[in-house]
């Protein structure tokens, strides 16, 4: 038998739980409701201090809108040399056989990428790495996954000479381009003689490319004082960004990217995809599985993701993270002389812990930051 006093003590402890629920959800509310009005100031001052690696802490810039392009000096923008780059960006003649032009595989309705594992190249040839999409590339310091281009004005050359990209040799190219007559006018608008050469093939396409930058995004509305276009998913997933799932530390500024080198997990040691990313252009081993940090405007668009396109989804990419990156390596190559090569996983990246619900809002947050369907007209070439 249960006595009366035993009766009256359970019943408060089950009002007392009530009670404390909702506490708790109240505050929960109250917490995202702050956090909302906080992040739609876009005043980065105000916001909840981000979980920064010690790495980090020199020198970091907030998340925000992306900067004004800035052109190099020794190569400044003009309408008819980005006009003129766009048709050589379009132009399948600078390839070997005539079919393959910077278009086919960072092609504008696709975000400028071909949403494809590894793209295909000359004769059919299947690529090392995912074709990163040129939309931003005015903000990357460097190009490339491994950062082997310094500028856009010196990537613009590597695929036209890639064996398995465009595969034909630079001064061929350039003949190719100088024999077309259509050409000769718009050399001379954009540069003042109908000189054609190499150089001013590569400041064309590099002018063209950076005017390829993404239009406002909903996180961009959001951050400018419009609490409301958020949902509260969103408004999570732009707080665990910051803080419990520390993106930050590597996708911050406006570009969403620290222009850094990172080993996250994905060398593939021992595989036939085995990559070694950064360390193939320094020669350093302290670079063995460093790449280039994407930037993540129009990352819900571009996949499939990481340099080698393994991963089909984003929650893929988001579980990855979660998990700590974890890098598995073949006990076979244990102790034997390719042991010294086996890389580290990045320190910054960690064991996140985060929930289901967590990982969800992570993803819908990532997915604010796409700014829609890129249409262009594609150009006529010249004859």
């Known amino acids: ?65 992306l900067p004004d392009v800035q052109h190099p000096a020794n190569n400044p923008y003009s309408k008819e040399k980005a006009d003129l780059g766009k048709k050589l960006f379009f132009d399948p003649r600078l390839s070997l056989s005539g079919q393959i032009a910077c278009a086919s595989c960072h092609n504008p309705e696709l975000a400028w990428t071909d949403n494809i594992t590894r793209s295909f190249g000359h004769d059919r ?81 590099a002018t063209f490319e950076r005017t390829v930058v993404s239009h406002t995004s909903k996180f961009d509305r959001f951050i400018d004082n419009r609490p409301d276009l958020f949902t509260d998913q969103e408004v999570l997933g732009l707080h665990l960004f910051r803080t419990k799932a520390r993106c930050i530390n590597c996708h911050n500024t406006g570009y969403f990217s620290d222009n850094q080198y990172h080993n996250d997990g994905q060398v593939l040691f021992g595989t036939k995809d085995e990559d070694f ?32 396109g393994h991963f089909p989804s984003l929650r893929d990419v988001v579980e990855f993270y979660n998990l700590g990156n974890p890098q598995v390596v073949q006990k076979k190559y244990r102790g034997t002389p390719r042991d010294s090569l086996i890389p580290k996983v990045s320190p910054i990246l960690q064991k996140l812990n985060l929930s289901r619900e967590e990982m969800d ?23």
């Open 1 to 65: 038998m249960i006595s009366t006093l035993s009766k009256i003590l359970i019943a408060g402890l089950v009002l007392l739980s009530l009670s404390c629920k909702h506490h708790s959800d109240t505050q929960e509310y109250q917490s995202l409701a702050e956090l909302r009005k906080l992040y739609a100031s876009g005043d980065p001052t105000i916001w909840p201090n981000p979980n920064l690696d010690s790495s980090v802490v020199e020198g970091f810039e907030d998340i925000g809108h």
């Open 361 to 383: 809002a992570l993803e819908a947050f990532m997915r604010t930051l796409s700014s829609g369907d890129t249409r262009i007209r594609t150009p006529e070439l010249p004859k």
């Open 277 to 308: 990313g950064r360390f193939i252009v320094t020669g350093d081993t302290a670079d063995i599985g460093k790449f280039r940090t994407p930037t993540l405007r129009e990352v819900a668009r571009t996949g499939p993701w990481m340099h080698h």
């Open 125 to 205: 040839q299947n690529g090392k790495r995912n074709a990163m999409t040129i939309m931003n590339a005015a903000f990357a310091h460097e190009l490339f996954w491994d950062g082997r281009a310094k500028s856009l004005e010196d990537q613009a050359r590597f695929p036209i000479a890639d064996q398995v990209e465009m595969n034909e040799k630079l001064n061929i190219a350039v003949d190719k381009i100088d024999a077309v007559e259509g050409y000769k006018p718009l050399f001379e608008n954009a540069f003042g003689t109908t000189e054609v050469s190499l150089e001013r093939i590569q400041k064309a396409i």
